[in-house]
């Protein structure tokens, strides 16, 4: 935020300089008219090259750090309440609250979403940063529901919503340390740069020529002009017959054209 108001005000500044660098070749343009005065002609307007070097030079340094840093990693904390009795049926079941998330059906789910601030393809990671131990009453509920916990178990993807981008996390918020389970505490989501991707396409290639000897009698037909040519029964007659090919033996099936 910082760096994007650092340049917004750079820009600014910029403009104004043009304007008054615009307007000051006016004024001496209008004096050139009025007075044939070689030594205001000549005045030298811009303004000096190398300060112009170095402004261009600390604007597209804002630039690239805006554009470099326009995603960061973000780290969520899962705020856990105590244990909540509802009714399930004609049950009173004891569930694990986590503020604001709800349970995904039985299973219980942290959600997180985010708008993405580039367009630029990325990868996405998620990293464990601290946990806790389980409350009794939510392994037993785990136990109860025979929801299995063992490695972190999560969905963490990009999802398009018009022309925006949102980074969405959907995570089961409780991992095995050791022999005991524990909460997830705290994450963080880790945006990286993702690499090009080269799609090469396999060509395949007919391992054999239909035309190979031995598949067939294969012969060349000639025509006298371009156009649609109807190849029918005489037609094959006039020019195969004189070859020693009897057409009254011939298949319709078994014909090809290539």
Known sequence: MVIRLLYNGILKIKLQILQIEYNIQRIVAFFCLMRKDTDICNMKTRTPFTYNILLFTVLNLLVGLNYGFGQQDVTLNIAWEEPMEIQYGEQVVTIPKITGQELDGKRPNFFWRQKVNTQTPMNLELEVLATAPADPKEVKFLEDEYIEVGEPDYVLT????????????????????????????????????????????????????????????????????????????NFLQARLEPLGIDIATLNPDHINIY
């Open 158 to 233: 990009i999802s398009n919503a018009a022309s925006e981008k949102h980074a969405v996390l959907n995570l089961f918020p409780f991992v095995r340390v050791g022999s005991s389970i524990h909460r997830i505490t705290q994450v963080e989501v880790k945006f990286a740069k993702a690499p090009p991707t080269i799609t090469v396409t396999p060509k395949n290639f007919a391992t054999s020529s239909v035309l190979q000897s031995g598949s067939g009698v294969w012969i060349k037909i000639a025509v006298t002009e371009d156009g649609v040519h109807k190849i029918d029964y």
